[in-house]
């Protein structure tokens, strides 16, 4: 599975970005696809994970009713929809695959995209 994230940009405090992530390969089998996000000198963090196939979506505290992930299953594209964005949320943004869960945790992921860097100043 190869999964590529684009969307990245700098924004403003209160502005919104959407993010995409486009997985491709022979063996496209995965549970959940999920987004982290790691800031300069900080652990990489769970951001947003959703399921496959149901649609059911779990969130951090930090942008629960703040960003919204989607998926398109005939595009195999998933989306972080980011509104209301804050100076805190300046991050390279990484979406990974799960084959076998659905996970908030780093470790459980099978595949990474390379990230997309996100700015967001005041």
């Known amino acids: 599975v190869q999964l590529q994230a684009f969307g990245g940009g700098s924004v403003q405090v209160g502005d919104s970005l959407r993010l995409s992530c486009a997985a491709s390969?022979?063996?496209?089998?995965?549970?959940?696809m999920a987004w982290f996000r790691q800031a300069p000198e900080k652990e990489r963090e769970f951001v947003a994970v959703i399921r496959w196939n149901g649609g059911s979506t779990y969130y951090a505290d930090s942008v629960k009713g703040r960003f919204t992930i989607s998926r398109d299953n005939a595009k195999n594209t998933v989306y972080l929809q980011m509104n209301s964005l804050k100076a805190e949320d300046t991050a390279v943004y990484y979406c990974?695959?799960?084959?076998?869960?659905?996970?908030?945790?780093?470790?459980?992921?099978?595949?990474w995209g390379q990230g997309t860097l996100v700015t967001v100043s005041s």
């Open positions: 990974a695959a799960d084959q076998y869960g659905y996970s908030t945790v780093v470790d459980e992921y099978d595949y």
């Open positions: 390969g022979p063996d496209l089998r995965t549970d959940a």
